[in-house]
């Protein structure tokens, strides 16, 4: 299984609502990653675990709040958003560090109205 | 911070004409990553240069990494309408001892028929 799934695939919410997204992956990859991508710009990075571990926060807002409940998930929650944060979200995983090769899953997109 | 460009931000061909984007760094990177992402999809990687002077090819496609390890090619040989896309190049770097990825801007290559 060489897959990375993501639930939703849409979200609308609004700006005082507390939503969550997820991603799953099986490959047993140990290092899990959060970007987001506004329309035709490149992924930026949010957060990375590795081992279940934060261990880069890209300087992200405290809206964002991430989680690594086991190896195989990774969440994020959200918490009062404001409209700019509306974008593409995507999870992706990797063997261990980014010197592997990465697999994006499909994303969420978000609207915060 | 480390800023990834690429150059051209679009390109239109001519099915059969061939293709190049460059990607330079602000940063000397420790490896560069190419991703290919379709309208409407997610990042897919294509592959990894590690070594200063690295040239590596995939069937029409060839990868370059330079000598200082600061920028790096893909070229497309008599392109295909499957080419279609987003080419995205992605440099590593160390970071507290983690690896931190940065995305360059991304090159949308149209391909006419």
């Known amino acids: 299984d060489t897959e990375v799934t993501q639930t939703p695939k849409h979200l609308v919410m609004g700006m005082t609502n507390k939503k969550s997204l997820k991603c799953e992956q099986h490959?047993?990859?140990?290092?899990m990653y959060w970007y987001k991508q506004k329309a035709k710009k490149p992924p930026e990075l949010m957060f990375v675990y590795s081992y279940e571990k934060l261990s880069i926060n890209e300087s992200v807002p405290s809206r964002f709040s991430p989680e690594c409940p086991n190896s195989s998930l990774l969440n994020l929650h959200l918490h009062a958003l404001q409209p700019e944060d509306s974008a593409l979200y995507l999870c992706a995983s990797s063997q261990e560090g980014a010197y592997n090769e990465q697999f994006f899953g499909p994303g969420t997109r978000l609207t915060v109205l | 911070g480390q800023q990834v460009m690429q150059i051209p931000q679009y390109q239109h061909v001519q099915e059969g004409e061939d293709f190049t984007t460059y990607c330079n760094s602000s940063t000397t990177l420790s490896n560069i990553q190419w991703y290919k992402q379709r309208p409407g999809g997610h990042p897919v990687f294509l592959i990894q240069?590690?070594?200063?002077?690295e040239v590596k090819k995939q069937k029409r496609l060839t990868f370059q990494f330079g000598e200082a390890k600061k920028n790096s090619s893909l070229h497309i040989t008599a392109t295909q309408t499957t080419d279609v896309g987003t080419y995205f190049c992605?440099?590593?770097?160390?970071?507290?001892?983690?690896?931190?990825?940065?995305f360059g801007t991304g090159t949308k290559l149209q391909v006419i028929p």
């Open positions: 992605a440099g590593l770097e160390n970071s507290g001892g983690y690896q931190k990825v940065t």
């Open positions: 490959m047993g990859h140990r290092a």
């Open positions: 240069l590690v070594k200063s002077g």
